[in-house]
């Protein structure tokens, strides 16, 4: 699909940059590649999204328990996950200028998508990409250091000597917080096979070519869900899980049409299924979300690992078996990407200006409401108002500039509703609402507006 949308990557950047959503990290150095900085707009929006995620997945579940599982985790994890063998990509150096690249994103990349280089072997890439005359971004020469498998892990070390100190990792994903924990949550809250264990938090990769604002940086946030089933009801779960991640970003107001399913042409030797849920990012369509069929191994590798029995003992019919999971994962920052790239927008009003206006959903927006003074000396008032509404919602308050100036700011942060306080509010204690999208105003009483505000930002 070729559409044409007004957002690009630049104008997010700048937009977020000059609107204090998201700054470049350690910004007063010259910045730090590859890490970002939420500002006072962008964590709200971001907490948002983490809230109504543990909403949708934990609260609102049946039989599902959050976890903050330790960044730091004993090594051991980290082989019985397998990622100190194998969580690598495959790097190769231009030798001309010098630059870094995924062997596999240059063929994806090269082949429009057609070729998939997840069921290459390195050397089949080498000669692919010899063949084909695929040729290096920055300098457009073809002339590449042989394929080298490079490890994603931080490695830090702990221990204060220096003989005594030992190798450990900063997490490359959340998931294991959660398989270490399932006998923990398990035992404390009784729960019967099927239930979840859900996570939000930091996890960090030493990705080879980070990039494209928050799409792939080296730190970044996931909210992670596994799913422990009984094997037999897995294909059934794993369809649940599809379904209700492609939903969840539907209800935030993403477009149908921004978004596919697709499946993962070579699965992990352990996955019984696996598939990507993409999104039409404003560089192409890219993975924004992952469902996994993972069947019982990581349960069985930790079972094999730390030698504590991963046996579930079904308390009806006594039978005992290591539990499948279906783990759903979604890292926060890219579902931010996606939710910003899909609010913007660009209108053409009738007196000719254009308004950049971001078209959240009002409950992923920072503020649910601004609160505007006509004029300086209805300060007192409007001041009044924002006290009132800041007991129950995230509010702001502006007086600076011409009316028509703070709804443009308001615009370009999404905020859904405009509340002006003028004259009138003096007299009988009604304000005017404008609506965000609409541009339309209404006339309310300062009594109405919780309940005005509530309907609006139900998610
Ligand atoms: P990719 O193919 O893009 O490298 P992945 O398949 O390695 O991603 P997973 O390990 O399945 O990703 O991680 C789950 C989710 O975490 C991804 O769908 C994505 O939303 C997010 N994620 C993964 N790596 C990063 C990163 N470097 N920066 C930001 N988000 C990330």
Redesign the pocket.
């Known amino acids: 699909m070729e559409e044409k949308r007004a957002v690009t990557m630049d104008k997010l950047v700048n937009l977020c940059k000059g609107r204090g959503i998201i700054f470049p990290g350690s910004d007063i150095y010259g910045g730090m590649g590859n890490t970002w900085d939420y500002g006072p707009v962008g964590v709200e929006i971001k907490n948002n999204l983490k809230k109504l995620w543990w909403k949708r997945f934990v609260q609102q579940a049946d039989n599902s328990y959050g976890v903050d599982a330790a960044i730091l985790m004993n090594a051991r994890v980290w082989e019985a996950s397998g990622h100190t063998a194998s969580f690598s990509?495959p790097k190769m150096d231009c030798k001309f200028c010098k630059t870094r690249h995924r062997a596999d994103n240059l063929i994806e990349a090269h082949s429009h998508g057609t070729v998939n280089p997840d069921t290459m072997t390195n050397e089949e890439m080498e000669a692919y990409i010899k063949e084909h005359n695929v040729v290096c971004p920055k300098c457009g020469k073809c002339d590449f250091t042989p394929i080298r498998q490079f490890n994603l892990m931080f490695e830090t070390s702990r221990g204060v000597t220096e003989e005594g100190q030992n190798k450990i990792y900063l997490r490359?994903?959340t998931?294991q917080g959660e398989f270490v924990n399932f006998l923990n949550v398990q035992r404390t809250t009784r729960a019967k096979v099927p239930f979840g264990i859900a996570q939000i938090g930091k996890?960090f990769?030493n990705?080879v070519t980070?990039g494209n604002f928050?799409?792939?940086?080296?730190?970044?946030?996931?909210m992670?869900h596994q799913f422990f089933c009984k094997e037999g009801t897995d294909g059934e779960y794993y369809e649940f899980y599809k379904k209700a991640a492609m939903q969840f970003l539907i209800d935030l107001h993403i477009s149908a049409d921004h978004l596919r399913f697709k499946d993962h042409d070579k699965l992990a030797h352990y996955a019984k299924a696996a598939c990507?849920?993409q999104y039409y990012f404003p560089i192409g369509w890219?993975?924004?979300?992952?469902i996994?069929n993972r069947t019982n191994y990581d349960l069985s590798r930790h079972q094999e690992y730390s030698g504590k029995s991963m046996l579930y003992v079904d308390p009806v019919s006594g039978e005992k078996y290591i539990p499948y999971d279906i783990?759903y994962?979604?890292?926060?920052?890219?579902?931010m990407l996606a939710v910003l790239s899909e609010a913007y927008d660009e209108e053409t009003l009738e007196n000719g200006e254009t308004r950049v206006v971001m078209h959240f959903h009002p409950a992923v927006a920072a503020y649910k409401a601004a609160i505007l003074p006509l004029q300086k000396n209805l300060s007192e008032k409007a001041k009044e108002v924002y006290k009132k509404l800041a007991e129950y919602f995230p509010v702001t308050y502006d007086e600076a500039g011409s009316i028509g100036k703070r709804y443009r700011r308001q615009d370009e942060i999404g905020t859904p509703m405009c509340i002006t306080i003028d004259f009138d509010t003096l007299e009988n204690d009604t304000v005017t609402v404008r609506d965000r999208d609409s541009m339309e105003q209404i006339r309310l009483n300062i009594s109405e507006l919780k309940d005005h505000i509530d309907e609006q930002i139900k998610f």
């Open positions: 990509d490359p994903e998931a996890a990769r990705e980070p928050i799409f792939r940086t080296i730190e970044f946030e996931q992670e990507d849920i890219s993975e924004l979300n992952g996994h783990e994962s979604i890292g926060a920052d890219r579902l």
